[in-house]
């Protein structure tokens, strides 16, 4: 046997740099890099071996590790999970920030690889810098933290694990049903220790995305199901864009004349102008898409979690009498709900079930409701999305100024507080690939981050980040990144100083305004100062300026698509209304005793809607 002697870091990049995956009959290297922030844990080790193979795998340094890794999960989902990133960074606290970002990429199914460094395996200098330890037991890290948010987790002892370690990970990261974030942590002293390697270990090798097919009991159990409905519902999940069945779900829908109702992941699997598409679902969704959930006998989901802001809770539609089937390449998604479990991939599920059901379609009635709700929906986006020369415009109206500039080949990126409800609404998306927003997590600062792997995953599109001013304050590092790498971005930052969304949410609990909004919180005796966001992007490298209403902000977005580098747009909005329409139930818990009489009858109202809750 042909061996090769190689460190163990050298022997991990390399394999990493072998490994190749087929995208739409092309092949294409499965790792487009990696994103690193180098300290003692990793930059002699690690460090040292990507530098000798920067060319086939470049390294992408950043600004922050937890950002780094919102990067690399969102270039992965950018590309339908097919092609990745791995993102590595040194011991202790550079570790650590890289938690927050697992768990973004467990709770949305994404894959990416996360090599953090780890302490000395010898414990020879123990206890080395930024170690923490534990008094009871020396094998535990902070990298243990990983454990809970990985899909796989490992820590790599001795060299020669990499041989069965590393195809395990690779295997996670692309399969359809465990797909997550894979975590090997590295301990400084064994990335430097060398080994004899097989040189077979770094053959190049082509991977293809597994289809699970659909089991026939199941199939024929689900096909029955739907062909006695009269008012079928489809309600799409991400993983028809990550089975590639958009085009697919279109084809079906329209043959059998089924409404379909999205997701936030799901969101753009169709486009909005399909005539089966009537919006998004559940607490953030559409008036035509709650009232056909409230109605349908049938529910197909495809591809989706069925987390509570797409069901209100377990409120909107789970009730005697309802159907739902669940076509999801997960056993454990497929069970949720009592659902008639449909284990597949989301693309064959459905040609096969078009083919059981033939010629079967929904009732002329149904199909005739549903036209009707999503006209009366769209009359309602178009009037609260207008521009009706407000100084402090409305998060819908911004959206509205957004689309309108925006083509069918560029996408928006958001992720947590009142901007991912709205945009859910109100956001009329033009395709798969148009619409990229982060939900499952709600993670506060993955916007920009996220903004940078999707321009990163399709530099020919442009990239629309839309952002509050908490978020952005929170992390706005990679600005700097996007501009040192060439990776434009436009970034319209909506200041409605202080957590908006969170406030209203207070607010509707019965709470006073409190420690939300700056001006609710403890400051100093003039207040909070106003921060100059434009001239904070400018300082980072930025071309940028501050507008006043809706109308400059769309003349400052004609004038950020002409610019060649990052473009940041602030102006100020309301923080406190939002789209009243729409929407469904959402479970958040009311104290059962107060002494405000506002928390009390929001408790009142608490209790009812439980009463529709399906348990």
């Not at 086939?56 to 919102?70: G, V």
């Not at 580098?565 to 100020?572: F, M, R, S």
């Amino acid at each position: 046997m042909s061996t090769i002697r190689l460190t163990m870091a050298q022997a991990l990049v390399k394999y990493l740099a072998a490994q190749r995956i087929e995208c739409e009959g092309r092949e294409m290297a499965l790792f487009e890099g990696v994103f690193g922030i180098f300290g003692h844990g990793n930059v002699a080790g690690l460090g040292e071996a990507l530098y000798h193979v920067r060319d086939e795998l470049p390294t992408y340094r950043a600004h922050n590790e937890q950002t780094m890794a919102h990067a690399a999960i969102a270039f992965a989902k950018a590309q339908g999970r097919r092609r990745l990133m791995a993102a590595t960074s040194s011991v202790g606290p550079g570790a650590t920030n890289m938690v927050t970002a697992a768990g973004l990429a467990h709770a949305n199914r994404l894959p990416v690889l996360l090599l953090p460094g780890d302490t000395f395996a010898t414990r020879d200098p123990d206890p080395v810098l930024q170690q923490v330890e534990h008094f009871g037991d020396p094998t535990i890290t902070v990298n243990d933290c990983f454990r809970p948010v990985s899909r796989y987790f490992d820590r790599i002892t001795r060299p020669e694990q990499l041989l069965t370690s590393l195809p395990q990970a690779i295997a996670t990261l692309l399969d359809p049903e465990h797909c997550g974030p894979a975590t090997l942590a590295l301990p400084q002293d064994v990335q430097t220790f060398a080994y004899d390697y097989p040189e077979s270990f770094f053959a190049p090798r082509l991977h293809r995305i597994r289809r699970p097919q659909p089991d026939l009991g199941e199939l024929e159990t689900a096909i029955a199901a739907l062909a006695r409905a009269d008012r079928p519902l489809i309600i799409a999940g991400g993983g028809v864009h990550y089975a590639g069945a958009c085009e697919r779900l279109g084809e079906f829908a329209r043959a059998h004349s089924v409404p379909v109702a999205e997701t936030q992941a799901g969101k753009g699997a169709l486009p909005d102008t399909h005539p089966c598409s009537v919006g998004g679902i559940g607490v953030t969704g559409s008036e035509a898409a709650n009232q056909l959930a409230e109605q349908a006998d049938v529910i197909l989901a495809v591809g989706t979690r069925l987390q509570d802001f797409t069901t209100g809770s377990r409120a909107l539609f789970e009730r005697d009498g309802l159907t739902l089937v669940a076509l999801n390449a997960g056993r454990f998604d497929s069970q949720k709900h009592y659902a008639l479990p449909l284990i597949g991939d989301a693309f064959d599920g459905l040609v096969a079930l078009d083919h059981g059901l033939a010629d079967w379609r929904s009732s002329d009635a149904w199909r005739e409701q549903a036209c009707r709700l999503k006209h009366d929906w769209d009359e309602v986006v178009a009037r609260v999305t207008a521009d009706d020369g407000r100084a402090l415009p409305t998060d819908a109206q911004v959206i509205g100024a957004v689309n309108r500039q925006t083509g069918e080949n560029d996408t928006v990126v958001c992720a947590a507080g009142g901007l991912p409800g709205e945009l859910h609404k109100v956001w009329r998306c033009a395709g798969p690939g148009s619409y990229h927003v982060e939900y499952g997590y709600s993670c506060m600062g993955y916007e920009i981050a996220g903004g940078l792997g999707v321009k990163m995953a399709h530099p020919e599109r442009e990239v629309f980040v839309m952002v509050g001013d908490g978020s952005y304050l929170m992390h706005n590092s990679e600005l700097a990144t996007s501009v040192m790498l060439g990776r434009k971005l436009v970034v319209v930052v909506l200041d409605n100083r202080g957590y908006g969304c969170i406030n209203r949410l207070q607010q509707g609990t019965g709470g006073a305004g409190f420690n939300n909004l700056l001006d609710d919180c403890l400051t100093v005796e003039e207040g909070a100062p106003k921060t100059d966001f434009a001239a904070h992007a400018r300082a980072l490298g930025c071309e940028a300026e501050q507008v006043h209403g809706v109308q400059a902000l769309e003349e400052a977005l004609v004038r950020a698509r002409q610019a060649d580098t990052t473009y940041v747009i602030a102006l100020d909005t309301d923080p406190l209304p939002s789209t009243d329409e729409g929407g469904a139930w959402w479970d958040v818990a009311v104290p059962e005793a107060s002494s405000r009489e506002q928390v009390k009858a929001a408790y009142a109202g608490y209790r009812e809607a439980k009463r529709r809750q399906h348990r």
